[in-house]
């Protein structure tokens, strides 16, 4: 069974600051892994999807990077504002066979950034 | 921007009662989703569904459960006789899955609260 766990479970720092979160997973025959990020009492909102034959996927100032063999994801945040506070979260997605897959979910990051 | 859509966005219920949650996934996507997330713990995968039928499910999803795609836009999650535990934020997710490519896209949720 996927097991994922995200670190730091908190973070919160000061606007400006370039930040690393963690995600590490203990199945490695994932197909893709997705970052979401979370707005308290709201919706999911995929930020990045990277192929588990892909190594690295960016958008904007965000760059995620994905080493399937060691089971890890980092997501990397360049030049943090207060409107990237949210909970981020990292999922893996494993083939099951039956061609529709659910993803496994971390507990997340709960980020602040202060102004 | 194609998005999911889900009604209620909030739901209370009693005890024992049957719920009815409505999904409504991005209109080319083939493979439907829910997930439900406790207050303050993981998101949990429930139940995969593919040309109308499950294609997967988790441990959470039991007879009290049922999925269905009535018609051609809508996708709909009931709890048959609902339980306190059952008290949750249900998202509902779609994807292309379009060469391997399975991102997924949440909807906005809708809060479920059992009396």
């Known amino acids: 069974k996927q097991e994922v766990t995200q670190i730091p479970a908190a973070l919160s720092v000061p606007e400006g600051e370039n930040l690393v979160l963690n995600c590490s997973f203990t199945d490695s025959a994932i197909y893709n892994l997705q970052w979401f990020r979370q707005d308290p009492g709201k919706g999911l909102t995929s930020l990045l999807l990277?192929?588990?034959?892909?190594r690295e996927q960016t958008s904007g100032r965000l760059n995620a990077s994905l080493d399937k063999s060691s089971g890890r994801s980092t997501l990397y945040i360049a030049a943090s504002q207060p409107g990237d506070s949210a909970t981020y979260l990292c999922?893996?997605?494993?083939?099951?066979?039956?061609?529709?897959?659910?993803?496994?979910f971390g507990k997340g990051t709960h980020l602040i950034i202060q102004p | 921007e194609p998005e999911v859509t889900q009604t209620p966005s909030h739901q209370v219920t009693q005890m024992g009662q049957e719920v009815i949650l409505r999904c409504v996934p991005i209109s080319n996507h083939l493979y439907f989703y829910w997930y439900r997330q406790i207050l303050g713990q993981k998101v949990e995968f429930l139940v995969s569904?593919?040309?109308?039928?499950?294609?997967?499910k988790s441990e959470i999803f039991d007879d009290q459960f049922s999925v269905e795609r009535p018609d051609g836009s809508n996708f709909t999650l009931k709890i048959r006789s609902t339980k306190l535990e059952d008290s949750a934020m249900y998202f509902c997710a779609s994807s292309l899955r379009l060469a391997g490519n399975n991102e997924q896209f949440f909807g906005p949720g809708t809060r479920l609260t059992v009396l």
């Open positions: 990277i192929q588990s034959s892909q």
């Open positions: 569904f593919y040309n109308n039928e499950i294609s997967e």
């Open positions: 999922a893996p997605g494993v083939f099951s066979g039956g061609g529709a897959d659910g993803l496994t």
